[in-house]
């Protein structure tokens, strides 16, 4: 089992910025992808940023691209997401993710083997 504890998310205006962490724990050795999916009301799970473990690569949604930052501290097994020039519509509750290479290839909720308790973010005007 691993465990995900998010944490940094809070209420910015239009322009602004956050970073959010997400903890992991347990058997993480058993986690290829890290990943930060967002859900807005009546909306579906989006796949926001991905980090493969083993070689820190990232991948974005089009969305977010120069915009938002995915890392990791191998030694903490700490993932963060860098979020810059906020806009209304990255209003969500962001979660943490994390599962198998096919979490990272695909961005696809549906692969994840592991969830956090979720971070609200809210950008307001």
């Known amino acids: 089992q691993v465990q995900l504890v998010e944490s940094g998310g809070g209420s910015v205006q239009v322009g602004g910025s956050l970073r959010l962490s997400c903890a992991a724990s347990?058997?993480?050795?058993?986690?290829?992808?890290m990943a930060w999916f967002r859900q807005a009301p009546g909306k579906e799970r989006e796949g926001v940023a991905t980090?493969?473990?083993?070689?820190?690569?990232?991948d974005y949604a089009d969305s977010v691209k120069g915009r938002f930052t995915i890392s990791q501290d191998k030694a903490t097994n700490t993932v963060y997401l860098q979020m810059n020039s906020l806009k209304p519509e990255d209003t969500a509750m962001y979660y943490c993710?994390?599962?198998?290479?096919?979490?990272?290839?695909?961005?696809?909720?549906?692969?994840?083997?592991?969830w956090g308790q979720g971070t609200q973010v809210t950008v307001s005007s």
């Open positions: 980090i493969l473990t083993g070689s820190s690569t990232p």
């Open positions: 347990g058997n993480t050795y058993t986690v290829n992808c």
């Open positions: 993710a994390a599962g198998p290479m096919t979490l990272c290839w695909a961005r696809n909720a549906k692969l994840s083997n592991y």
